[in-house]
């Protein structure tokens, strides 16, 4: 082909009328179309980054993992141990390869927490997504119900992950799903129930698919209040659940065994090396089984792990060390209003005090707070004042009988 009779090949322009002609081996591309594909292909790339599909997991060493945690969660060193490598596992399966040639199959890391209220189960779990920036929603366990009985079914427990990934369910499907109050759906005795379970064994049995790993049809709005709505496939083989529970009494079920241990010959256990204090440390499967929770379910969740009740010196450090503490979130609301906020050390201990004795645990730590500071972010923003120290008398005096009688009812 002659140069004056070349043109391109995808919009037919004459070589006359381009800038520029680039030559191919059978064909040609003139600079208008390259700068157009240039484009097209510019916006495909900004949306398969903003929808996450090109974009590879960045998962931190379990160091690195416990680092993050220690700057919001006081102590609990084993727990965010056990944690950070339970959610680094669980990640670098994720990278694993999804051919057939593959021989080792990874299995999921999912994860049991035990520790009485506020002594951060939640928070923990919360933590790991934020790092991870992975979809993260929190399902109460109590409200779960068999199918067909007044509650929600397990499956509501996806429609939750999914409205916190916006819909997107290839970002759903390697969220994280906290299981709160676990616990509450023991059953209520060892032996199998012979009549219907409608909270307890029943839906354990329903969340073993889910936990292992199936592909569940899922109501994105949940299924009872929009039944004409089309059904949304979610695979969740590649989401991390973790439960947590209180387990209360559990720790009875936890002396029994170490108590028959120390029997007979075994009796060489001294007694002595036993916390009586922290009887969670001992925690094994068997005592899950023995306070109610079937053998399938407890394989389901391999990684057990315990919160430490949390002492004088661990609720101090809560109310003041960690990015996010109460006293720094008090400090930040008074600065907003230009008052200078300070908390002597005398009011701090009898805070520490209080929630201690009324075994409030770090959540209570915020009714006490509320409790004392409220007068004073009532009338200060109205008022010329430029200062505000708390003192142990300033603390006392708003604690009040009545108050503090209210604070105990409520925990």
Known sequence: MSKEGMECSFCGRKKEETNLLIAGVDAHICDS?????????????????ETGKNSDLEVKKPKEIKEFLDQYII?????KKTMAVAVYNHYKRLTQPDTLEEEVEIEKSNM????????????IAKTIAKMLNVPFSIVDATVLTQAGYVGEDVESILSR?????????????????FIDEIDKIARKGDNPSITRDVSGEGVQQALLKLLEGTV?????????????QKFVEV??????????GAFAGIQRVISNRLNRQAVGFGASLSEDNIDEKNLLQYIIPTDLKNFGLIPEIIGRLPVLSYMTPLD????????????NSLIKQYTKLFEMDGIEFTVNDEALEYIVEKAIEYKLGARGLRSLCEAIFTDAMFEM???????????????????????????????
Do not use: W
């Not at 049991?112 to 928070?123: A, E, H, R, W, Y």
């Not at 004088?312 to 990015?323: G, M, N, V």
């Not at 008022?383 to 120290?389: A, I, L, Q, R, Y």
């Open 235 to 244: 695979n969740t083989k590649d989401i991390l659940f973790i439960a947590g």
């Open 112 to 123: 049991i927490l035990v520790g009485d209220t506020g002594t951060g189960k939640t928070l």
């Open 161 to 177: 992950l999914l409205q916190a990934a916006d819909y997107d369910v290839e970002s759903a499907e390697r969220g994280i799903v």
């Open 216 to 228: 569940v049809n899922v109501a994105p709005k949940g299924g009872r209040k929009h039944p004409d």
């Open 75 to 79: 102590g609990q060193d084993q727990t």
């Open 33 to 49: 179309c390259v700068s157009q594909a240039h484009g097209i292909l510019s916006e495909e790339i900004i949306e398969e980054i």
């Open 381 to 411: 923003p109205s008022s010329d004042s430029t200062s505000f120290e708390v003192t142990k008398d300033y603390a006392e005096n708003k604690l009040s009988k009545t108050m503090m009688k209210q604070l105990k009812s409520a925990s």
């Open 312 to 323: 004088k010196k661990a609720l101090r450090a809560i109310l003041t060390q960690p990015k």
